[in-house]
């Protein structure tokens, strides 16, 4: 097997080899080897995957898994050596090669929570460290996290990582989507979500299809969390100036694995991972109340026949019901290669993942590659190229407000009355509900090349090129009908297949060029420069067939009637932008930028728009008053101010017409129809964002912390107001005339409390909060006022965007309910009460590592959001209209509280949405070395994991119900739980082995 494996891969690296890498031949025996190791300073554990550099050439290598390292082909002489590696400090040391020996040297590094050297590249102009920049850029050691953790998605892995990150997970369902929002919502009508890239690529992110019936998928499953390096978040306005009208929302940089140069060797790994997908919530109990008004209505009760008067019947149709739900499972498995020489460096990698939900028509399917390839012809000109590869299968279930889902007829059902189908289900049975079958194939391609030419140590040019193209196809297919009642609907009875076809198209033109000069002893200057444009392109075809021959033969073409459509939308964006920055004694940082942005989604009327910003940090443990604090290594205060757009859809500005027919005489004519009044002097919201903040490293490196206060206001915000009758156009166009505030706090703490040779404890503790605030509708409107089920949301100044209000019955001067001479209750509709916000106000995220002996770790992650609140839909309908909720049949509540919950009103039904859920729970024990070199390893781990094992909560509509999910994850501002399916448990086995 192993044989195999590396066969395949090395055909795929010489592939890669013969496209031209130039491969250097250097005479051993002109050359020396540098050789060693590289430890923790403390434990004494071998630190597998650290870097270690011949400083000033291309020369290197990385630490195998014993910690061992060989550069060979070092030219005689003297040089500095240095190694470095994520969470610890960076250590140089002298060494002397000469011609034909090896000099030996070893490293023992520290840990340190907060690297100011560290490089990052986002949001700034070229690769900057981080102690000169003035914003907060958030990192997610993506590769060590994968070693860790069960993530098996790019949403898993950026859940409760990063303060002022929010992704709340849609659905319990395999390949269903998340939401992610960075500080709060920005916007009402322009977009939530934040700007994505990956290795410099702008990719399709957000939702993909879906709706209120079905599920979404998430546009980043095309990526392989374990060909992560890591990711860097940008969080709002002030550091996303440089990526203009887009950028408001924050911007996330997904950063893959490169080659490393590896002294010759290749480095494999390949690990398989199998479990299990279970139900963890129970679904609520059914309860029904025998009336003398049921028992005598047979026919339509005919399980109150017999009963006495006040009979309780009960029952859980999903949990009772064999075939109804499922335990699904799940497999990975993954292998990759990486090395490098002197001119080149490579990474590949391959995984085949698949997944089956708790329904019985639910699975995700993903198979992805990746090669990326980097060539250094010269000591000044590199490129490199990283292409993405991915097919995804996915079949989704009905859920959510599906009249025809199995967790809607379930929850609904009421024990002992008529069913049209199964007794206890409120409409479709279970195996009617399995029957639905939607299946989506997306091919996914994403390519990218980039080229660094840096002439001098003072000049450096950057270009990156990439496309990202995803092809879809989304059918959904409905069997002849064999019961003689076509439960799907007449035409869906005929034999029915609907084709989507989708294609979207994303391209990146990204340059930057930077000039840096050290100007005199104290100071030092840069000037940066560059262009930016980005493209998007999607068309779509829509096919549907009814009337089928027989249920093999489902093609469009072979149906009695065809239908189909065409949709087709194109944006581009173009940005430019300067950037000056000046040092003084590498420890006072200040820069200012502005870019000029022009976008074809703006008006006609409307020309470019600017974006400045200006930024200072200040490494102020530099200065002699602070030298003799023994407890603090380093200190750096920071400010950043800055703006950034958020660009309106295409065809917003546009005034449209739509086709019609109509009759003239006798015969029907074609006309065009009134459809987008527009606005043609639309452009893009404007966020201004003030951040204030310190980064820390203290007693000597085991604590480090990151405090971030932010205050962002977005102007100009796009809202739709109403069209004046006069126009002839019905509905709303857009309007910039909002105003929306978003301020809060952000900390992050990571350190490592316990740290010795045999026990080391590590934590990682992020806290974020946010205050968000409808400032002004500019006048235009007093509110807006929207809900499902009921109008339970508002969006009205003063509150926060899409929060709760509630109305309750009328009540006396002790809180009673008034009953009316008839014996109802009147809900007092005049008078609302706010409940709270929809998205959270509060973040916490505490994961904990746990390393016993150097070889066995147990890692933990706890999850926890408050401070909002849920509207449970399916309560309140359950309690007017199916009257099986507990409340309306608990024999010993006072008569009045039956009233109250089968009435319109809605206070109950608002519940608090705090949770704590117990995201991973991992178990890692590293095999001895001489059990692995049996199998000719130099490495092996086994893995037991657990994801979604436990859930604390105040969402008690009938026990304990997961607040998270939601019914539409389309829907912007859509709070809401209508049957939608909760968290499952995933349990998992896996072997990891390197090479």
Request: negative net charge; glycine residues 10%; hydrophobic residues 35%.
């Amino acid at each position: 097997m192993r044989r195999l494996i590396v066969r395949s891969m090395r055909a795929l690296l010489l592939g890669g080899l013969m496209l031209g890498l130039p491969l250097q031949e250097v005479s051993a025996q002109s050359t020396g080897t540098i050789r060693g190791e590289v430890t923790d300073a403390v434990t004494m554990r071998p630190l597998a995957g650290a870097q270690v550099q011949v400083v000033g050439t291309p020369r290197g290598a990385v630490a195998n898994a014993q910690g061992a390292f060989t550069i060979p082909g070092v030219e005689p002489g003297t040089f500095t050596v240095r190694t470095q590696m994520i969470g610890y400090r960076a250590v140089e040391e002298e060494v002397t090669v000469a011609a034909g020996q090896t000099v030996t040297v070893n490293f023992s590094i520290r840990q340190s929570a907060v690297q100011l050297d560290e490089l990052i590249v986002t949001g700034v102009a070229g690769e900057t460290q981080r102690r000169s920049v003035g914003n907060t850029v958030s990192t997610i050691n993506a590769e060590r996290l994968t070693q860790l953790a069960p993530v098996s998605s790019m949403n898993e892995m950026m859940g409760a990582r990063a303060p002022g990150l929010t992704v709340l997970a849609s659905s319990g369902q395999v390949g269903t989507s998340s939401r992610i929002r960075i500080r709060g919502a920005g916007s009402l009508t322009a977009g939530q979500e934040p700007v994505i890239y990956v290795d410099g690529i702008r990719v399709q992110s957000g939702t993909v299809g879906g709706g209120s019936t079905v599920q979404s998928r998430d546009a980043l499953d095309f990526i392989n969390p374990n060909d992560v390096e890591s990711i860097e978040v940008i969080k709002g306005p002030a550091a996303a100036t440089l990526y203009g009208a887009d950028a408001a929302g924050g911007v996330i940089q997904i950063i893959t694995k490169q080659g490393r140069q590896s002294g010759g060797d290749v480095q494999w790994t390949a690990s398989y991972e199998q479990g299990n997908i279970g139900w963890i919530l129970d679904p609520p109990t059914n309860y029904f109340t025998c009336t003398q008004a049921r028992i005598n209505n047979a026919a339509g009760f005919p399980g109150c026949q017999g009963q006495a008067v006040g009979t309780l019947l009960s029952e859980n149709p999903i949990l009772d019901t064999p075939g109804a739900i499922r335990d699904g499972g799940h497999s990975t498995f993954d292998i990759s290669a990486r090395g490098g020489g002197e001119a080149y460096r490579f990474f590949l990698s391959f995984q085949d993942a698949r997944s089956e939900g708790v329904y019985f028509n639910n699975f995700h399917d993903r198979r992805s590659g990746r090669a990326n390839f980097t060539v250094i012809p010269s000591a000044t000109t590199s490129f490199s190229v990283n292409m993405g590869y991915s097919r995804t299968h996915t079949q989704m279930p009905l859920a959510n407000n599906a009249s025809n889902s199995i967790l809607r007829n379930g929850l609904r059902g009421q024990p002992g009355a008529n069913s049209p189908w199964e007794p206890g289900w409120r409409g479709f049975p279970w195996y009617l509900a399995n029957e639905f079958d939607q299946q989506e194939w997306v091919e996914r391609t994403t390519i990218g090349v980039t080229g660094n030419w840096n002439p001098s140590d003072w000049f450096s040019n950057r270009i990156t090129l990439g496309m990202d193209k995803g092809d879809r196809v989304n059918q959904t297919f409905y069997r002849i009908d064999e019961t003689g009642r076509s439960p799907w609907g007449a035409v869906q009875g005929t034999g029915q297949v609907s084709r989507f076809l989708p294609v979207v198209h994303q391209w990146t033109v990204d340059y930057v060029g930077s000039l840096n000069r050290r100007l005199s002893e104290d100071y030092e200057g840069g000037l940066s420069f560059g262009l930016q444009l980005n493209r998007q392109q999607a068309e779509s075809h829509t096919v549907t067939g009814s009337g089928l021959v027989a249920n093999n033969l489902n093609l469009v073409s072979a149906a009695a009637i065809t239908e189909a459509a065409q949709g087709r939308s194109e944006q581009t964006s173009l940005g430019v932008f300067v950037q000056g920055e000046v040092g003084w004694r590498d420890r006072l940082y200040g820069t200012v930028a502005v870019r000029m942005d022009d976008n074809s989604a703006f008006g006609n009327e409307f020309s470019y728009v600017t974006y400045p910003k200006a930024q200072l940090a200040y490494i102020i443990s530099e200065e002699a008053f602070l030298q003799d604090v023994y407890w603090l290594d380093e200190l750096k205060l920071r400010t950043a101010w800055g703006r950034a757009g958020n660009a309106p859809p295409p065809f917003a500005a546009d005034r449209t017409y739509s086709p019609a027919t109509t009759v003239i005489g006798d015969a029907t004519v074609n006309q065009l129809r009134a459809a987008s009044f527009g606005n043609p002097n639309l452009k893009a919201e404007t966020g201004q964002e003030l951040e204030l903040g310190f980064d820390a490293s203290l007693l000597e490196g085991r604590m480090g912390v990151e405090f971030t206060y932010y205050n962002q206001q977005t102007k100009d915000a796009l809202i739709f107001v109403p069209n004046a009758r006069s126009s002839g156009f019905e509905g709303s166009s857009r309007q910039n005339i909002g105003q929306i505030s978003n301020t809060g706090l952000e900390l992050l703490v990571t350190g490592t409390p316990v740290y010795r040779r045999n026990f080391e404890w590590e934590v990682l503790a992020s806290f974020g909060t946010n205050n968000n605030e409808l400032v002004s509708f500019g006048g235009a409107l007093d509110e807006i006022r929207f809900g499902s089920f009921a109008s339970v949301q508002r969006h009205r100044e003063g509150y926060p965007l899409g929060g709760f209000w509630s109305v309750d019955v009328v009540r006396d001067a002790q809180g009673n309910p008034v009953i009316n001479p008839n014996g109802s209750v009147t809900v007092d509709f005049d008078n609302e009460t706010y409940e709270g916000p929809l998205l959270p106000t509060r973040e916490i995220g505490f994961s904990n590592t746990f390393t016993f002996l150097g070889n066995l770790s147990l890692y933990t992650h706890l999850d926890y959001k408050g401070g909002n609140k849920q509207w449970c839909a399916i309560c309140s309908v359950r309690s007017r209209l199916d009257q099986n909720h507990w409340e309306v049949n608990d024999p010993n509540a006072p008569p009045e509280q039956a009233l109250v919950w089968t009435s319109l009103q809605t206070r109950t039904h608002i519940w608090d949405a705090d949770f704590v859920k117990l995201r991973e729970v991992s178990l890692s024990y590293r095999l001895p070395s001489d059990l692995v070199r049996a199998v000719r390893a130099t490495g092996a781990t086994l893995t037991v994991s657990g994801r979604n094992l436990a859930l604390w909560t105040k969402y008690e509509p009938w026990g304990k119900a997961d607040p998270e999910v939601v019914w539409d994850p389309t829907s912007e501002f859509g709070g809401l739980d209508y049957a939608s399916t909760p968290m499952t448990r995933r349990l998992a086995v896996g072997m990891r082995f390197e090479f």
